[in-house]
Structures are given as structure tokens and as C-alpha cells.
């Protein structure tokens, strides 16, 4: 059952959906045969992506939300469930980054990404749950970040809100995989989307913009990742290696990152 081979009949939900890694997810479900739950705020961009789902043969409905608002997070789970009959993929992907030093942030600003990025993920996860494991027969893929696994600075509430989810993620697996539910966790390093602005490429260290990749490749890793039935993607993989610096070498991973985001 961890191995999800075929999305054909597939019910899934796709958080983030109107644009980015969750929009390319979806479209790339949607060929393959799953019937779509889109969320975002911006229910046009939904409109317009079931409609190029709908016009490829699949199948896809929209449920618009701010998933900063807990209430909205469960009750576009809900509707989309009742929607779809059940569902047996939620992927927790919309989010929001932002690079600013941790002293001149505002609280509310941050309890906004906290709440998109995290609560958002844990409530739609909460809701779904249930149904899943009643069938026994599901899967939850939270998007995370490589800096959840490695804080950069000037995105302290960031990397909080992403290491927060790969805690919740990995012990939410470790509860439920005996059950018929599969948890994969994604950590993207830094892919083509509207999540930087140009003034983001600007700024970003020519290390980490020299090893942007197109949101495709993401993708078809995430597809792999669960047709193998693994807990844990890391994209680009070689990235994975510094988790193994840092480990091992902290002293060393500190100064580096230091160096390459602080200069
Ligand atoms: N791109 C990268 O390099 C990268 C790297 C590591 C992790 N990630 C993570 O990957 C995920 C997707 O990012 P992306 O690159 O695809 O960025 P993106 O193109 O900016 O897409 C972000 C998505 O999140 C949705 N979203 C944001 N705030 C929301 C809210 N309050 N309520 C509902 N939906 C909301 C947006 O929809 P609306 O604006 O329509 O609401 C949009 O669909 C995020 O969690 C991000 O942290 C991205």
C-alpha cells in the first residue's frame, strides 16, 4: 500500500494549487487520471487550470481558501471530500517564504506564515486522516524545504514554519504507516516559480540561484518518490549531501552558510 503507482481515479487534494509546484503537481495528476481537489485564494487561476485539466480528459474541482484561516483549511478538506467521495492523496503544498532579518519582522506577519505554512497543513491533515485510515489507504505529502533542514538566516519564522513540518510529518508516519497511510515528506532546494520575485534572484547567493531547477523535475521526483513508497525527497538530491556536513561537521556547515547568505 506505501507504493503509489497509478494515479488513475486517484482523489486528490492539492493545496497551492493556483500556481507554482502545486499547479505542475496537479496538472501532471490530473493527466495521469486523478480526480483534483484545487485550493488557493486565487480561485480564477483554479478555474483556469480545471479547465485546461478538464479540457485533457481528467477531472478537477475548485475550493477556493485562505488557508491562513484554520476554519477555511478544514472546511475546504471537508467539502472536498465530500466532493470527491473520499480522498486518497492530500498534498500540503501552498506556502509563502519572505527574506528579512528576524528582529524586523512583525509578529502578525509571522503567525501568518506559521499558519499557511504549518497549521494549515497539520488541520487539512487532521481532517482527512480519519477517512483514510478507516480504508485503510492513503497517502500525505507535506512540502517542506531544504531549509527546514538547514536554517538559513533572514528566514528564521520560514525555516521554522518547514522544520516544523517535517517533525510533524515524520511522526505522523511513524503512527500511521502499520495503518495503510504513507507519509512523504518533500525538501525543495530552489526551483523555477513564482515563489522568488526578482528582486528574491537578486538577492538570492549565486550558489543557490546557480542550482535553481525547472518545477518539472520536482515533480517527476515527487511521482518516483511515491511510486518507491519513500518517506523523504530531497530535490535537487545532491543538496542531501550537506544534511550529512552538517551532521557531521556543524562547526564547518555554520560558517559555510553564514558566509554564503550573510557574505
Ligand atoms: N520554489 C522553491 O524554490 C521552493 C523551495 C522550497 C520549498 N518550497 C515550498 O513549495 C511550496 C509551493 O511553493 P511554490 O514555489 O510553488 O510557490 P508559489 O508559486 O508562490 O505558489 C505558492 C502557492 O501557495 C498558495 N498560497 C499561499 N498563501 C496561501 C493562503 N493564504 N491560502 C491558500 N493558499 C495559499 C498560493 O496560492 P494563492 O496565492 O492563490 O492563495 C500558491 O498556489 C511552498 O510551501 C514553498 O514554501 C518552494
Redesign the pocket.
Known sequence: MARLTTFRDLRAVV?????????ALARRLGREGARLAL????EE??QQLKGEIEAGGGSAEVFA????DREQAVAAARSAEAQLGGVDLLVN?????GRRRFVECELDAMD?MLR??YT?ALAMAHTLLPGMLERRRGWLVF?????GKIPTPLEAP?AAS?AALLALAEAVSLEVEGDGVHVLTV??????????SEADWKQMPAVARRG?VP?DSLVDRIVHALARGRHELTHPGPIAFAYRVKALAPGFMRRQVKRTTLG
Open positions: 493545496t497551492g494549487a493556483s500556481s507554482g509546484i502545486g499547479q485550493v488557493a485564494r486565487r487561476a483554479l481558501a485562505d488557508l491562513a503544498n501552498a506556502g509563502f517564504g501568518r499557511v505554512n494549515a512540502m517542506s524545504s531544504v531549509a520560514y518547514k525538501c525543495p532546494g530552489v526551483i523555477e516559480t513564482p515563489f522568488f535553481a518545477v
